[in-house]
Nanobody, 115 residues
């Protein structure tokens, strides 16, 4: 059973970089054909897919966020990380990590962008 846990600061100031880590247990982030994703949900809005890093280490992100998004991984720690730069209040959301196309989700972490 794959388990995911998000971690990171709950409060980020505008123009700073948001950095979140997803720690994976019960499976390896190099498992074939798994795509390790970041998704968020802002208040009152639908889920928004941010991007993924694949089992091979390739990355792809949403065109609307691509210029501000970086996703990386640390295979020795079985973790992958989201960095979102130049944050604005509209980036306030619950951020989730998951294995794309499966029922494996983290519990989510609230991130608020405010001065």
């Amino acid at each position: 059973q794959v388990q995911l846990q998000e971690s990171g600061p709950g409060l980020v100031k505008p123009s700073q970089t948001l950095s979140l880590t997803c720690t994976v247990s019960g499976g390896s982030i190099t498992t074939n054909y798994y795509y390790w994703s970041w998704i968020r949900q802002a208040p009152g809005k639908d889920l928004e897919w941010i991007g993924y890093i694949s089992y091979e280490g390739g990355t792809y992100s949403s065109p609307s966020l691509r210029s501000r998004t970086s996703i990386s991984r640390d295979t020795s720690k079985n973790q992958f990380t989201l960095q979102l730069s130049s944050v604005i209040p509209e980036d306030t959301a619950i951020y989730y990590c998951n294995v794309w196309g499966t029922g494996y989700w983290g519990q989510g972490t609230q991130v608020t962008v405010s001065s």
